[in-house]
């Protein structure tokens, strides 16, 4: 039951920063919330209550995690109280004290079901516990911030990796999976909900199930999704390149639902720079598993990240990765620059490369990358995609956007449609002809009416 003092001041606006994983927490402390009788407001100068959920990841989210509370409270009423929640709070508390003493809750990243006392609490507090990250159990109410047709489905948390670079591990904990009956009891759910596409995420989805030393446990569980006789589209992120094995790829290929799409983090292709970052595969591994599933599966799209800047990464190493993004011609590459996070193991490395030659070679790579994909996307004119219409784009109203199998939402590009004539509804399947490209994006015509619900036998 909710006090007095809650029943008056019950208006809440939330932020949610970070990965898509961040993003399913905020929706479950949403869910919470509006199931004890609060209302979600857009403006956060109307809300009695402004939570942030943070990333905590690099320093740049970080930074980007002080940046957005401090324009909540300058935009916030007087009455209104600051909760701050996620990674941040989790592993740079006393940062965030020194930075807003005046805010009202801290929830640690494994406390999301805690939202409730922190908003219906009378004095300043916080629940912080040690569980480093959370997975949802049982009946937990969660409402979908998403457009209605697409949803994110967590499998898994926290990472049994111990890549150099990287302190997921220590931010959101070891691995944890949750059973199989459980995902599959949510995947339904969100189906009878009316989504339409479903992004199986984790931080390596193919250490699924290995917290609990099960073998096969994504294929298998991929499996059971399938024999749902219904139409839907499963998209899956990530999947590290040591996890991709010929019962994934071939369980990719018997259905059309799953997306001809994988999200596969490489981070570098020179051996020595792999080796130095603790990855488990090698160069000849990685282009042999990129040649199997372009060989497997021909309309694939690959999606992976590169870093430049890593300790001790030579001139050399880093034309060996330039020469790679040029010759293997992915879908969409994300290039970061080297982040110096102080309890990575990266971090006390000899050979630090500078600021200013991590922009350089960020420049210098992002810019062969901008070729490959105008090449790709040029070779796209002319063809026929099957793509959601998923609404009205930003800038006009004239204009409508979709995306097809290849593009995952709010990662890659999507297609522009500049005639909306023959689309009747917004997040139903249409064929659409691709006219032109602008910039990373395509654009494209409706051809036809939405197509049959059942598309694939």
Known sequence: ???????????????????????????????????????????????????????????ASRQEGIDTIREMFHQKKKSAKVIIA??????????????????????????????????????????????????EWGEVPRMLSTPRHYAYLKIAEGCKKKCAFCIIPTIKGPLKSKSQEQVLKEFRALLAQGVFEIVLIAQDLGDYGKDRKEKGALVQLLQEMLKIPQQFWIRLLYLYPDEIDDELIQVMKSDQRICPYLDMPMQHINDEMLQAMHRKTSKKQILEII????????EISIRTSLMVG?????????????????????????????????????????????????????????????????????????KTLTAIVEGYHPESKALLVARSQGQCPDIDGQIIINDPRNVT???????????????????GVVLAAPRSLLLYN
């Open 425 to 443: 509804a917004f997040g139903a399947l249409y064929q659409i002809q691709i006219t032109d490209v602008a910039g990373y994006d395509l654009i």
């Open 86 to 135: 996620g990674c941040m709070v989790q592993k740079h508390k006393d940062l965030l004290y020194s930075h807003f003493p005046n805010m009202h809750y801290m929830l640690g990243s494994g406390d999301v079901e805690k939202i409730l006392d922190a908003v219906q609490s009378e004095e300043p507090g916080e629940g912080v516990t040690q569980a480093k990250s959370y997975l």
């Open 291 to 298: 040649h199997r599933l372009q060989w497997e599966i021909p």
């Open 1 to 59: 039951m909710l006090n007095r003092n809650v029943n008056l001041k019950n208006k809440f606006h939330f932020t949610s920063l970070g990965c898509a994983r961040n993003l399913v927490d905020s929706e479950v402390m949403i869910g919470i919330l509006l199931k004890a009788g609060f209302e979600i407001v857009q403006e956060p100068k109307k809300a009695d209550y402004l939570v942030i959920n943070t990333c905590g990841f690099l320093e």
């Open 310 to 382: 890593f300790p001790g990464e030579t001139e050399s190493q880093f034309l060996e990765l330039i020469d790679f993004v040029q010759e293997v011609q992915l879908d969409n590459v994300g290039i970061f620059q080297f982040s110096l996070e102080k309890e990575a193991y990266a971090a006390r490395l000899p050979n630090q490369i500078s600021e200013k030659i991590k922009e350089e070679r960020f420049a210098r790579l992002a810019a062969v990358q901008q070729e490959v994909v105008q090449s790709k996307l040029q070779k796209m004119i002319g």
